[in-house]
């Protein structure tokens, strides 16, 4: 059992919270039994799993190597205020461009609880891919991990200039929706069917970049029937994730909420 937090491993562990040394090395760090159970059951690879010695670990856990932490040494490489005594170190997978139907575009959203949940609406509405921007918080970042709740493991995510891919996307005959506060917006509900949509849903403060907006097909806005001036960018994304998919799919009416 290591006890000592000089130890090198934890040392190159603790390293791990920082994005540049995350993609030198290729590995990233998850707290959790669930998030860890999650990438184990989704086949990405797990380098080691990180535990307190008196924690209580389930079967599967034996095809993974094992390294013992006194709790010390856990709350020095943990990131979170309560941790749960168990993390892993895993590999950054390939980035794959999913098929199917739905995609959403993710340009230059900042704040990390907000791309994790939209990872996790649309892993649940049933999108068949992510794209994110050049300029979007690092998906590997503590905070989008835990706010993914797991669902990181189950969507194809890569990063991409987002012009190059809509320019691919609308070759292969996707219509693009681009969300903004526009003259010339029309609410979503109100939008002509198409088969393939790509949904791009920009920045917390700015919106979209101009250049983004001007390749759109059609800008896409929410009605607003009280007072506030707008919608958090992770609530309207899941809003349109789910018309999209309701659309497409007027028989899947059950939902599970937490």
Do not use: C
């Amino acid at each position: 059992m290591i006890t000592s937090v000089k130890n090198n491993k934890i040392k190159a562990w603790r390293k791990l919270h920082k994005r540049k040394e995350r993609i030198d090395a290729g590995i990233f760090l998850i707290e959790g039994l669930h998030l860890v159970e999650e990438a184990w059951k989704s086949n990405w690879t797990i380098d080691e799993i990180i535990a307190m010695d008196e924690i209580e670990l389930p079967d599967w856990i034996r095809e993974v190597p094992v390294e013992f932490v006194s709790d010390h040494v856990f709350q020095h490489i943990s990131q979170t205020k309560t941790p749960q005594g168990i993390a892993a170190i895993v590999k950054m997978n390939n980035p794959v461009k999913a098929g199917g139907n739905h995609v959403l575009l993710i340009d230059a959203v900042q704040d990390p609880g907000n791309l994790g949940t939209m990872i996790r609406t649309a892993d649940a509405s049933g999108f068949d891919g992510i794209v994110l921007g050049n300029e979007t918080v690092d998906l590997y970042n503590d905070k989008v991990i835990r706010a993914t709740q797991g669902s990181l493991f189950h969507i194809p995510i890569f990063q991409a200039n987002l012009k190059q891919e809509i320019m691919e996307l609308k070759q292969d005959g996707f219509h693009i929706w681009a969300t903004a506060l526009s003259e010339n917006a029309k609410a979503y509900n109100e939008m002509t069917k198409h088969d393939k949509i790509a949904l791009m849903v920009g920045n917390e403060g700015s919106g979209l970049q101009t250049e983004l907006l001007q390749l759109a097909d059609a800008i896409v806005t929410i009605p607003i029937y009280g007072k506030a001036e707008s919608l958090n960018v992770s609530v309207a994304a899941g809003i349109l994730m789910y018309h999209v998919k309701l659309v497409a799919d007027s028989n899947r009416t059950n939902y599970n909420i937490e």
